[in-house]
Structures are given as C-alpha cells and as structure tokens.
C-alpha cells in the first residue's frame, strides 16, 4: 500500500489516524438530487472530509456537483478548503430491498414468532415471505428459535456488481456495508462484492449491536479484516438513525460500541490496534466530549440526522442562496464538525 | 409478618433509587479479608450483599452481619438496618446440576439466612435452567428474581427476548442487573460505561415501549465506580441502584496497603468513604 502514499488513499489513512475525520451522512435511502448538492455543498464549505451517500451515479453526481460548487464559492468567500471532500456509497443496510429477501426454509418450525415481528406484514400465516415486502431487517430471524434456525436470505448480488463500478465511474471512492445482521455466512459474500469493488480503496463496515453480541460483533470485524486487511474501516453504530435529539442520551449507544470495540478488539490484538473506527449511529453536537470524557477512542464521527437538521432551515437550490444564509448554515455546521473532533479552542 | 416487612422495604429501597448491593462473589478471595469487607460495608448501611449460593458462605456471611449491626455504635451508625441476603450462581454452573441437589441447596440458603435470589445468565437459551429456575421461585416464595445479563453473548434483541421469556415462564416479579462486564476496573468513567449503556438500552427498547416492564428495577453492575451515578445522571439513564463489585474489593486491597482493619480510628475513616460511596 506504500505506492499508494500522497494518493487519495493515503490522505483518507492520515486524517483517521490523527482523528479528524468527520463524515456527513446525506442518508442511504437519500435519493433527493437537490438536497444532497446543498448538503455537500455547504459541508464542504464548513471543512467536512467526507460524504456518505446512496448508491446511485445520479447522487453521487450530486454530490461532486455540491462539492465542485463549494470550491467555487470559496474563493469568494475567501474561505480554504483544504482537500475535496471523500464520497463513500452505502449498501447493504439492514432494510435495504435491493439487498437482501427472507425466506423460510422446510427446518421452520410454524412456531410463528416471525409473524409479529415483521415490520412491513410481509409474512403471512402460510409462512410464505412476500419477496416485494420484505425489507430485510432482520427480525425475524432474531427471533428464529436456534434448534430451527428456518430463515436464510437471497442476495441481489448482481444488482450490487452492476450498481457500484458506475457510483465508482461517478466519483464515489469508498463503499460502506451496513452489516449490522445475524447472519455471518450472506453479510460476508456481500462483503467480498463491495471489496472487489474499489480495490484501492478504503471500504467501511457499519456494525450495531440489534443483533450482535459483543462476542458476535468481534468475530465479524475479524471476518471482515480477513478480506480487506488495512482497507477496512469499522464505523460503529449505536442505534441507527436515532440522532435526533442533542444530548448525551442520544448519543451514548455510540459511544459505547466505539468502546467495546477498543477493549476487546484493538487494545487486545496487535493486528487490530490501528483498526480505525468511526462514531455513528445517534450521533449529535455532543458525540466527541462524551467519547473524551470517558476516554473512548475515535478516528472520526459520522453524523446524519442531526448534520442535516441544522442546516435545513437555509435550504433551497444552490445559486439562490443568499450570501448572508450560507455563512450562517456553514458556521452552524462548521460548529458541528469542530466540537466533535476537538478543534474549538 | 417480618417477611412481608422485609419484602416491602426491599422494594422500598429500589423504589427509590437508594439500593447499594456489595457483590461478594470473587473467586479465590482470602475469606478474612471478604469478611471484613462485609462488615465495613454493613456499618457503612449497605442495602445488599450478594454471595456465591453456597451454605458455608452465607453462615459465614450471617455472623459478619450480626457482628456488624452489633459494633455499629461504636462507629456513629446506629440507625443502620441488616442488609438483605442474596445468593447467586451462573446459569452454565446450574445447568447440569441435579434438581434435587440445586433445590437441597437452595433450601438450606434460605433456611439459615439467605432472602433472594439472582441468577448471572451466561447461557444464550435460558430455558435450558427453567427447571431450576421454577425450583427458586417456590423456594423463595414471593420474592422477585433478579437477572444479571450482559452483551457479551447476547444481542440487544435477545436480552429483550430473554427478559419476556424470564417474566411470561418464570416470575413476574424481577429484578434486571446490567452487566457492564468490564475486566478492568479504574475508577474512571471508562470503566462504567458499558453498564450504563446497557442499561440504557433495556430502557430504550423495552421497558420505555412496553407498560408491563415499565416498572421493572435496574441494578448497573460491572465496572461501577464511584463515578457511575454521575455518568448515568449525565446520561439522563434511570437506574434504582448500584452493584460494586470489583471496585470495592480493589478499594479495600489499597487501604489495607497502608492501614490496619484492627485499628478502630482507621476503619471509621474507611467507613466514611464507603458512606459516601453507597448513602
């Protein structure tokens, strides 16, 4: 990876081993063309090193496009950007139709516990899942009994190998996998397709604890290491999108999954000990003084829901906003992004 | 009559979040030492102490109390009541156990002293000890069970499954103790957090959502400190009281560094630090 040093790969590796990178999440399922443009654009103007968008070319575009017009505006405002912003696409979160599909193998059970748990009604007494329902979450496999172990998945792989070389062509360099599901054996072969993807690109794998034990959460960062060696980044997420309100509450899941992840994995295992990890999932204002006041580790913070509230009052196309409404928007989120990675004096 | 008093100030201190439980349960701790950490934390007004459910220690435990309640005076403690009694064991140590031999020594705990019952889940299938956990229930008749739980092996899912699963089959009445399952324990906030996250998350995910679990008490344990009801408060998370464990124990080793449990001036000093640590 040394030849890669000076490149893009190499500036992303430095700004997560001195902790300063911050990423605003436009939203996986954020398909709105308009809103993804302003949010770059005003982040970019703000300092932010990266995006996290969904995997289309349409808003990875959007996002260049959001990025390329902050440059501009820069030199008007007399504001230095130092570097063009990281574009990550995300696939594979649980609940991602385009992903993944239940269905219930002849091991079932007919217990039935499957059916209430479903969130969009998509099993039906005949235990037969409607494929155009499911949504993938996972849920009712949490609570498959283990003797019967009845629910295994289909994977629209091919769908993930066509979509991710053109979000690459478009200007996405990094892919995230939302891999926070039981199932070790599908998450991995996912995994393997997003690898292939951006061979020389960091790749990042989202992990929450709905359906991970401790235990089960170290195994499947170990898995994935096992595939993307030093490319791998773990973006630890509390409880997913359930940023929305400003206090340490919100924001503790997070910080205490960045945490078990440093005890029993980096702090343990030499090989692990650079791993990087990035706060998600909850995420707020107060992200970075609650993981500094309990000595959590971080290489950077990862913030949706609440990054997007603060600026969306100002929001409207790019070349209608006033002067006057994107200085305020971009010290709001400028704000944001200094409190979390310690750079308020 | 002096049971169902028992029971209800029991609660009484859960209720109002005024509950310190001394976990005793160390492996291979010298016994002079862990009597000594009892009886100072007795005159101190602990509400609890947890033991390894097993008859000698809770005899042993029996004498240490009354020894205790007995000196209090001499150390300005008079009001302090006789903490309650709680045995434990782990659900991998029971699971293979004959039921006749659980029950004998569950009723001999009970009959020389012992008032509760928690059970430190390790296994993933807690239906695997239904059995047993069915024997405790009618040992310890109408008295909450309390489970200790940890993320360790089980998902944020199956602790919610396993909490349903321990109220619909076992007992209504049961007492949550969230495992932070720190190996290390500074006095740091670090150390703490775990407990408090997972406390936070059975909040979050079960008893805010559902009225029947609403009311049910959480202890935070494992990696507690004396920084963990700041943290948690900070954290806005609910808790009805406290288990120290390993914290209490390392406490004890550093003062017996430096100070004598035969010197009466050094103990009160030491007890007043516990006062503020459990009061």
């Known amino acids: ?345 | 009559m002096a049971k169902i008093d028992r029971l209800n100030s029991f609660k009484n201190k859960l209720s109002e979040k005024s509950f310190y439980k001394l976990d005793c349960y160390f492996d291979n701790y010298d016994i002079n030492k862990l009597t000594s950490l009892i009886y100072i934390y007795v005159i101190a007004g602990v509400s609890a102490i947890d033991l390894k459910l097993d008859l000698d220690s809770v005899i042993k435990a029996k004498e240490t109390i009354s020894k205790a309640l007995n000196n209090s005076n001499e150390f300005g403690n008079s009001k302090i009541n006789s903490p309650f009694l709680i045995v434990s064991c782990y659900s991998s140590n029971i699971v293979n156990m004959d039921i006749d031999e659980f029950s004998r020594i569950l009723i001999s705990c009970e009959s020389k002293g012992a008032e509760f019952f928690e059970l430190h889940n390790d296994l993933t299938d807690i239906n695997l000890i239904k059995d047993k956990l069915l024997i405790v229930k009618e040992v310890f008749t109408f008295k909450p069970i309390s489970i200790s739980i940890s993320r360790d092996k089980l998902s944020n899912s199956s602790i919610v499954e396993q909490i349903k699963y321990l109220r619909a089959n076992i007992q209504k009445d049961i007492i949550i103790e969230v495992d932070g399952s720190e190996e290390e324990n500074n006095n740091e906030y670090n150390a703490t957090l775990q407990s408090i996250s997972t406390a936070d998350i059975i909040q979050k995910q079960l008893l805010k959502k559902e009225i029947a679990f609403r009311k049910i008490p959480i202890l935070l344990s494992g990696g507690t400190n004396s920084l963990t009801v700041e943290l948690a408060e900070e954290c806005n998370v609910h808790f009805n009281g406290i288990t120290f464990s390993d914290y209490a124990r390392n406490d004890f080793e550093e003062f017996l560094k430096f100070h004598s449990v035969d010197n009466d001036f050094e103990i009160k000093n030491y007890i007043k630090k516990i006062k503020n640590l459990i009061l």
């Open chain 1, 1 to 345: 990876m040394n030849k890669l040093k000076g490149s893009r790969f190499g500036l992303y590796q430095d700004l997560l081993k001195s902790s300063l990178f911050f990423k605003l999440v436009c939203g996986a399922g954020n398909e709105d063309v308009k809103e993804v443009e302003y949010l770059c654009y005003v982040y970019t103007l703000a300092g932010c090193a990266g995006f996290d968008v969904s995997a289309s070319p349409e808003i990875v575009s959007a996002a260049k496009k959001g990025i390329s017009a902050a440059f501009t505006k820069a030199r008007e405002l007399n504001i230095s950007i130092p570097f063009e912003p990281i574009i990550t696409v995300s696939v594979g979160m649980p609940g991602d139709h385009h992903v993944r599909k239940a269905f219930i193998t002849e091991e079932c059970v007919s217990c039935n516990l499957c059916i209430p748990t479903c969130p969009t009604d998509a099993i039906p007494k005949n235990l037969k899942i409607i494929t155009e329902l499911c949504i993938g979450c996972g849920n009712c496999e949490a609570v498959c009994p283990p003797a019967a172990n009845a629910i295994k998945y289909t994977h629209n792989s091919k769908k993930l190998l066509s979509i991710l070389p053109k979000c690459v062509e478009a200007g996405a360099e990094s892919i995230e996998l939302h891999a926070g599901v039981p199932d070790d054996e599908s998450t991995l072969k996912e995994w393997e397709i997003v690898s292939n993807s951006v061979p020389n690109g960091m790749i990042s794998m989202c992990l929450d604890r709905k359906h991970l034990s401790n235990d089960s959460l170290i195994e499947r960062i170990k898995a994935a290491q096992n595939i993307a060696d030093e490319r791998l980044i773990i973006q630890a997420d509390g409880i997913p999108m359930s940023g929305g309100t400003d206090d340490f509450n919100t924001t503790l899941q997070a910080v205490s999954i960045a945490d078990l992840i440093n005890k029993k994995l980096k702090f343990k295992d030499k090989k692990f000990s650079n791993l990087p990890i990035l706060i998600s999932g909850g995420t707020n204002s107060n992200t970075g003084n609650l993981a500094r006041k309990c000595g959590v580790n971080f290489s950077g913070i990862t913030i949706g829901t609440h990054a997007r509230k603060i600026i969306s009052k100002y929001q409207t196309n790019i070349p209608e906003i006033t002067n006057n409404e994107l200085q305020l928007a971009v010290k709001k989120a400028r704000n944001l992004i200094h409190k979390n990675i310690n750079l308020l004096n």
